[in-house]
């Protein structure tokens, strides 16, 4: 019974927190709706038995990912009578999109009634008595090793290909020794003197 | 505590229900209370630190001063400033509260006694802990104000960045623990220094990520000397300046309650947890909450004699310490940890 409400509650929280996603007016507010909306999904993911992924869905998206969103967000200037104004010139671009959507759903909901692949015999057996981190490491280092270095290294190039977009040499820039700092004693910086009237001292 | 409830001749799903909204009673107010308390042991830490008397007009010794204070923001207006965006403004301070307590649920008290004892405890907190920037991000731009806004800014950069390291050294723990809940891990950690000391932390290996947890858990709660967040002197108090009352108060019990969050983190992932410190048999009899509370306050007192003697660093050097050290020596640790345990756990 419990497992019914919830699943209610989370499923219909995720389709309203989505809604408001591209209803509310301000970005900020959008990005938090989209935070509400990572969080329900991974309450059914929860339902589902898949605790793992439903935490790293909160750790990587909610966690990392949506802070980000919502830096980049906050900094931008936001002119909401110029927002407005450009609902008309992309309207027909976002038709078009939206029609595409429509027709894919409607596809997916045809092929799924229609009996389909049977998904159940490819997928893994679960064994109940192991937890989910551990089924998810042992086919993923096994079956799926090749995939799952190939997906690594593809996050490394992007790794590298980010750190060499924004690394520059400037020229003129006074950088920080910090070991040069830290052997730095009070006897290097301070010095006594003891200059003797009308005679000044040299600095 | 629902076979309890059950016994009473109750519906197993409601003695369920009603057992768990207890645990949630039962954890949420003593820790209410001991924030109070513990706020009133920080201020009398520091003070005797700094030979000053510290809070002592209030009740005896001064122990009511939480209280005293507690009631005065209640009673104080909350003022919303003209520019700020209201319910952002207002939402923020709850966030920060809320999530403060929801990280408590995985915390073994006692062997066994745990609000939801779940495989994925410690991932569980990592998730909880990533959330609490919102708070602090969201009162920052909703307050409408420079200075909360560069205070927000340098929370969300100094969290992440520690979380980052923090997560290395929760891989390291999870690695010799085997597994990721958190009563397994205190567990684990029976008799594992020498076959004697109940912590990871006399592990040899595992003492360099306890230090570096300490020092990240200090960075991760925006204390002194990482409390660049709310640094007076630049900031007036960051991201709190524009709040007051009930709202302000919510921000301070959230800001102690993670403290003790990260105290506990400490004492259950690297020193022992419920366990006595020594695997000497007449030390179980004190029930593990006790030791628990002791290792809890050892730490409190380690956090407010860092706060009292330490000078606060400077931004670029907190951001140095996460990036350029501890991140490169917690991913060496891991390599090493496992190689470690592939050689003499699982050849």
């Known amino acids: ?203 | 505590m629902t076979e309890t409830f059950i016994s009473w001749g109750m519906d197993p799903n409601w003695a369920w229900g009603v057992a768990t909204i207890c645990g949630i009673l039962l954890i949420a107010l003593p820790l209410m209370l001991s924030v109070a308390m513990i706020i009133y042991a920080d201020r009398k830490i520091w003070a005797a630190i700094a030979l000053r008397r510290g809070p002592n007009v209030v009740g005896p010794f001064g122990l009511l001063q939480s209280f005293a204070d507690g009631l005065k923001v209640f009673l104080q207006e909350t003022i919303i400033p003209t520019g700020a965006n209201r319910g952002l403004f207002l939402i923020a301070p709850i966030i920060t509260f809320t999530v403060a307590l929801m990280a408590w649920a995985v915390i073994p008290f006692n062997s066994g006694a745990v609000l939801a004892d779940i495989n994925v405890g410690l991932l569980y907190i990592l998730a909880i802990s990533s959330l609490g920037v919102y708070g602090v991000i969201l009162s920052g731009w909703a307050s409408n104000s420079k200075y909360p806004f560069f205070s927000a800014m340098r929370a969300s950069a100094q969290m992440i960045s520690y979380e980052v390291s923090i997560g290395f050294i929760l891989i390291g723990v999870v690695l010799f623990a085997d597994s990721f809940n958190m009563n397994e891990i205190v567990k684990a950690q029976q008799g594992h220094g020498l076959g004697i000391v109940n912590a990871f932390g006399f592990n040899l290996l595992l003492f360099p990520l306890a230090v570096m947890f300490l020092i990240s858990s200090l960075a991760e709660t925006a204390r002194a000397p990482f409390d660049l967040t709310e640094a007076e002197s630049e900031l007036v108090a960051g991201y709190q300046t524009e709040y007051s009352s009930m709202a302000f108060a919510l921000f301070w019990l959230g800001e102690y309650a993670n403290v003790l969050l990260m105290c506990t983190l400490n004492a259950v992932l690297f020193w022992g947890g419920w366990l006595p410190p020594i695997d000497w048999a007449p030390l179980y009899a004190v029930p593990g909450v006790i030791w628990l509370f002791a290792k809890i306050l050892f730490f409190f007192f380690v956090f407010s004699w860092v706060k009292a003697t330490v000078p606060r660093y400077r931004y670029d050097q907190l951001m140095r310490l996460g990036w350029k050290i501890f991140l490169p020596i917690s991913l060496l640790w891991i390599f090493l940890i496992s190689g470690y345990l592939m050689l003499t756990r699982y050849s």
């Open chain 1, 1 to 203: 019974m419990i497992q019914y409400i919830a699943f209610w509650l989370f499923a219909f929280m995720v389709i309203a927190s989505a809604t408001m996603v591209i209803l509310a007016r301000n970005p900020v507010h959008s990005v938090m709706w989209l935070i509400l909306a990572f969080f329900n999904a991974a309450g059914l993911m929860l339902l589902a038995g898949a605790e793992f992924i439903a935490m790293l869905l909160v750790i990587v998206y909610v966690g990392a990912v949506a802070v980000l969103f919502l830096f980049v967000v906050m900094m931008l200037d936001i002119d909401f009578a110029e927002l407005r104004a450009g609902f008309v010139r992309y309207l027909p671009l976002g038709a078009l999109v939206a029609i595409i959507l429509a027709a894919e759903l409607i596809f997916a909901v045809g092929a799924w009634s229609a009996g389909g692949v049977d998904l159940a015999a490819r997928a893994a057996p679960v064994v109940s008595d192991k937890s989910n981190i551990q089924q998810i490491g042992e086919l993923l280092y096994t079956r799926y090793i090749f995939l799952f270095e190939a997906a690594g290294i593809v996050l490394l190039v992007a790794m590298i290909g980010a750190i060499v977009l924004t690394h520059r040499q400037r020229g003129g820039v006074r950088t920080q020794n910090i070991s040069h700092q830290n052997q730095r004693r009070p006897q290097d910086a301070t010095r006594l003197v003891d200059p003797g009237v009308g005679q000044g001292m040299e600095l």
